[in-house]
């Protein structure tokens, strides 16, 4: 990256070479699998027939979502008791099966670019439901058995948006020590458990009669991604380049989406309002974010010319963003694929995006069968803000697998030949 060129550029940078790739992706999603009928059996067993409550069932049939990824069955303690479970009860539950959860997707991003924990040099770690001190990222080092100097980062109160802006943060942090001439491989940690949260929101939709759809979107996920900065590890293979970012707010939308703190866990936020306002901020976004690449190929000019990877918040953002873009299903098709077989895990879900957009049978359903090799990535969190950026995929990349033995450590495997590219995650 030319610095010269950012300082003259002061006012709307351009990216140039910053030499960032991401060389490692990892998602875990817990072992259950919900489907929708699992909030009608909650519903049944601890709440009254109410008008607010069947609102909010009929709902859940009409999200576009088949099963939705959890910690638990429809049977987990947590969320049977004669009361919703409280924010103790929650955080034990994220410190201890969270963080088994994440030590996993990230010893994934690990083995996948063939590192060990005592190469990462710097931390980035996101969520929005839990709020311990320390973080939960100290337990993810001391599992993972990070003993050296790391310069640590736990970004919280972005909700959604979280993944992308740990991945900006995160490139922020290894352009710093590009400046320096120092290694940066950074791991970044996303972690959410929304899941147990029903009951406090099915306690709002019972005692004050609102129409909460939260509760019919939202899963559990952690998911992981190694950033370098090049330096220590030249030839080093790439998954994706990170050519450049932006960040912005939308005005005089601080209460339309947020994540309100409650003795009993956090309540979601969500107007009416979203869907719109979210779909009518991609398209200047993306105008700014595009203008800072003067040297894109020529054939790269509008949305449709690239692949996407929008976090699927809900079926009707995904669906704004296609005509708001005048893209199709196919450019999103790793995002509905996601949405669809695992719902939305807020921060953690976007690099579980990426990560399934590059299996074969993704690459499949590109449009016209013509996969892109430049990504957009985008997100929206509280605020309302919006995060995008721009990645160059390696499409001659071939992912490697993951085989999980008893005590939950990761065996690296030879990488994936070409038949089995496409097959599920072990």
Not at 20 to 46: A, D, K, M, Q, W
Not at 198 to 204: A, T
Not at 323 to 340: L, V, W
Request: with cysteine; charged share 20%.
């Amino acid at each position: 990256m030319s610095f010269s060129k950012v300082r003259e550029n002061a006012t709307k940078p351009q990216f140039e070479d910053l030499n960032l790739s991401i060389i490692g992706l990892g998602t875990e999603y817990p072992p259950y699998l919900l489907e929708s009928s699992v909030l009608n059996v909650l519903s049944e067993r601890h709440y009254p027939e109410s008008p607010a409550m069947s609102k909010v069932l009929m709902i859940n049939n009409y999200t576009g979502i088949d099963t939705r990824s959890a910690i638990g069955s429809v049977d987990h303690a947590l969320v049977n008791l004669d009361r919703a479970p409280t924010i103790d009860d929650l955080s034990k539950l994220f410190l201890t099966d969270g963080v088994e959860l994440a030590v996993t997707a990230a010893q994934k991003a690990l083995n996948e670019a063939q590192l060990s924990p005592s190469d990462i040099t710097h931390i980035v770690s996101t969520t929005c439901t839990n709020s311990a001190n320390p973080g939960f990222d100290h337990y993810v080092c001391k599992q993972l058995g990070i003993v050296q100097p790391v310069e640590k980062v736990l970004l919280h109160g972005i909700g959604c948006s979280g993944g992308l802006a740990s991945l900006r943060t995160a490139a922020n942090l290894a352009l710093g020590s590009s400046f320096r001439n120092r290694k940066a491989t950074v791991l970044i940690v996303a972690l959410e458990i929304c899941s147990l949260l029903v009951r406090s929101e099915l306690d709002s939709i019972h005692e004050r009669q609102e129409t909460r759809i939260g509760v019919t979107l939202f899963s559990d996920c952690a998911s992981s991604l190694i950033l370098s900065n090049g330096l220590g590890l030249e030839g080093r293979e790439h998954i994706y380049d990170l050519i450049g970012w932006d960040h912005g707010l939308i005005p005089d939308t601080d209460e339309d989406l947020g994540f309100t703190v409650d003795p009993l866990g956090w309540k979601v936020v969500l107007s009416l309002r979203v869907p719109k306002l979210a779909s009518a901020a991609v398209a200047p976004a993306f105008a700014n974010l595009l203008s800072t690449f003067p040297h894109l190929p020529a054939k790269y000019k509008k949305a449709s010319d690239f692949d996407w990877a929008l976090h699927p918040g809900g079926a009707t953002i995904l669906s704004g963003v296609e005509r708001a873009m005048n893209i199709t299903p196919e450019h999103m098709r790793a995002s509905y694929d996601t949405y669809i077989n695992h719902g939305n895990s807020s921060s953690a879900t976007i690099f579980s995006v990426l990560d399934r957009l590059r299996d074969r049978d993704m690459d499949n359903l590109a449009p016209d069968g013509d996969v892109k090799d430049f990504v957009v990535g985008c997100a929206f969190g509280p605020g309302i803000s919006i995060e995008m950026c721009m990645l160059k995929r390696n499409l001659s990349h071939v992912k490697r697998k993951c085989v999980m033995n008893v005590l939950r450590e990761v065996t690296p495997p030879d990488a994936e030949d070409e038949s089995s590219r496409g097959e599920d995650k072990i």
